[in-house]
Nanobody, 115 residues
Framework: QVQLVESGGGLVQPGGSLRLSCAAS????????MAWYRQAPGKQRELVAE???????NYEDSVKGRFSISRDNAKRTVNLQMNDLKPEDTAVYYC?????????WGQGTQVTVSS
């Protein structure tokens, strides 16, 4: 059974930074693609960033150069460093683990960017 627990969300002013962390249980972490998604009110959930088991990364265009995803297979964690945050980054952020054709989701953590 896979469980994902996110932490690190909160309220930050525009231009500020936050670091989201996701801790995973289970034995498949090192083989999985890990990702962060977000969902703003009234919008569909969208991919923010992903990292493969081999460390290849991919970012949504609006966060390129501002966000950085990383993983630690030994600790079974994936992090999202978010810099230069903008009000449009406000959303619930979800950790995702994809392995053997199955998606697993965390409960989500709120990120609010506001002055």
């Amino acid at each position: 059974q896979v469980q994902l627990v996110e932490s690190g969300g909160g309220l930050v002013q525009p231009g500020g930074s936050l670091r989201l962390s996701c801790a995973a249980s289970g034995t498949f972490f090192s083989f999985a693609t890990m990702a962060w998604y977000r969902q703003a009110p009234g919008k569909q959930r969208e991919l923010v960033a992903e990292i493969t088991h081999g460390g290849i990364t991919n970012y949504e265009d609006s966060v390129k150069g501002r966000f950085s995803i990383s993983r630690d297979n030994a600790k079974r964690t994936v992090n999202l460093q978010m810099n230069d945050l903008k009000p449009e980054d406000t959303a619930v952020y979800y950790c995702n683990l994809f392995v053997v054709g199955i998606n697993y989701w965390g409960q989500g953590t709120q990120v609010t960017v506001s002055s």
